[in-house]
């Protein structure tokens, strides 16, 4: 199974943390288990979703990660209003 280390980022609360993930589950399952993990409290659908930078990307729906394209060092980042 492919990995890679990404930097996620809740930028309310300006924690920041470096996670290894697999390439191959969709966005949808990576929103769900950041969600749960990290409280981010996006409790209805239209607010769950994430934004990734190194690529720029929208992070939800069913592509994979290798899809979307991240990669090692992607900095994928959660904020509320944004």
């Known amino acids: 199974m492919d ?30 288990a950041l969600n749960v993990a990290y409280h981010l409290e996006m409790d209805t659908p239209e607010k769950r979703f994430l934004r990734a930078e190194r690529p720029y990307a929208l992070i939800k729906g069913n592509a994979t990660l290798r899809e979307l394209g991240l990669r090692d060092a992607s900095h994928v980042y959660h904020q509320k209003g944004a």
Do not use: G, M, Q, Y
């Not at 890679?4 to 993930?21: A, L, Y």
């Not at 390439?23 to 769900?32: G, H, K, N, R």
């Open 3 to 32: 990995t890679i280390i990404i930097t996620f980022e809740n930028r309310d609360t300006k924690f920041c943390t470096d996670i290894e993930v697999p390439l191959d589950i969709s966005a949808d399952d990576l929103v769900t």
